[in-house]
């Protein structure tokens, strides 16, 4: 649905966007996640055709951006983070406008009914946008982004600024988008990505570092072991123990206690399997290992890891 092939955008001297590829199919709900002035937003505003690129190339089902711009554009509904509202309307009379904008074929009255219904705002659409909560103007920006019942649909931030209740309600309604739809959706909410997405993509300045399925993104960081620890004996020296361990590259106390033992957490470096080092310098101690168990790493473990080089 989504083709990007060797994409650069330079400015000067500095890369926005560094030869990046990937595809997005048909149907998927892909999250597209980075730290900020890594190139999301650059990406997104040059697949939406805000933007030229340097070089590369960007197919929108099949039809290129550069070279048929309107063409590929009417097959994207396109939330920025500000959702683009004129407030003084009602909500009906600016989808109205929005349908005239695009030139919609599609019946006005019927097209715009079924919208209000699947985003929940029929029953505030003679209401004026600027007399509507936060939440009712998200769901607003929404329906606008799916005018003409586009192919393709990206939300850059969709539920910044709303409460938990909100926040729930439109990854729902993001999900039932993505039976209908190809969803690319930027967030900094890591949870949100978790909830929704089928697949994450993660760019570093300007790089593609990650591109997994969701349940698969640990791949990207393979080299990880970690282990929670149980152990008895001197908190203090327990710890200074593991710190300075070969092949530990990092070690805590997580403060739970159970009995005389203590749970420490526990990363080896990479390729090293720490488990035979421990349990070997544990017993020279006298300090019984009364259980131990592998512990997975979060999105947020994961994405410190890639984008800022750091052990999560």
Not at 22 to 50: D, Q, R, W
Not at 86 to 115: A, G, P, Q
Request: proline residues 4%; neutral net charge.
């Amino acid at each position: 649905m989504i083709e990007i092939t060797n994409l650069v955008k330079r400015y000067g001297n500095k890369f926005a966007v560094d030869d990046i590829s990937f595809t997005v199919g048909e149907g998927e709900i892909v999250g597209f996640l980075g730290p900020n002035g890594a190139g999301k937003s650059t990406t997104m505003n040059i697949i939406t055709g805000y933007l030229s690129s340097t070089s590369g190339v960007v197919k929108v089902d099949g039809t290129d951006i550069m070279e048929d711009p309107l063409a590929a554009k009417k097959k994207i509904g396109f939330l920025p983070e500000q959702p683009p509202l004129y407030v003084d309307m009602t909500v009906w009379e600016y989808l109205s406008f929005v349908h005239e904008l695009r030139d919609c074929k599609l019946n006005r009255k019927e097209h715009l009914k079924e919208i209000c219904e699947v985003v929940k705002i029929w029953d505030v659409r003679n209401r004026l946008i600027k007399n509507l909560s936060k939440g009712y103007r998200q769901r607003v920006g929404i329906a606008q982004a799916l005018v003409g019942n586009p192919k393709i649909v990206i939300f850059d931030e969709p539920t910044v600024g709303l409460d938990p209740k909100q926040i729930i309600e439109i990854r729902n309604l993001i999900r039932r988008l993505g039976a209908r739809h190809t969803v690319i959706l930027s967030t900094h909410i890591l949870q949100e990505v978790q909830a929704v997405c089928d697949r994450i993509i993660i760019i570093k300045e300007g790089k593609l570092v990650a591109d997994e399925k969701t349940e698969n993104i640990t791949r990207a960081v393979q080299d990880n072991h970690r282990f929670n620890v149980k152990i008895v004996g001197p908190q203090r020296e327990v710890l200074n123990m593991l710190k300075n361990l070969q092949g530990v590259s990092f070690a805590e106390t997580l403060g739970e206690r159970d009995g005389d033992s203590f749970t420490y957490r526990v990363e080896s470096a990479p390729n090293i399997d720490i488990r035979k080092i421990l349990f070997h310098a544990l017993a020279d101690k006298g300090w019984p290992m009364i259980g131990m168990e592998a512990v997975g790493m979060d999105l947020e473990d994961i994405f410190i890891k890639l984008v800022d080089n750091k052990k999560a």
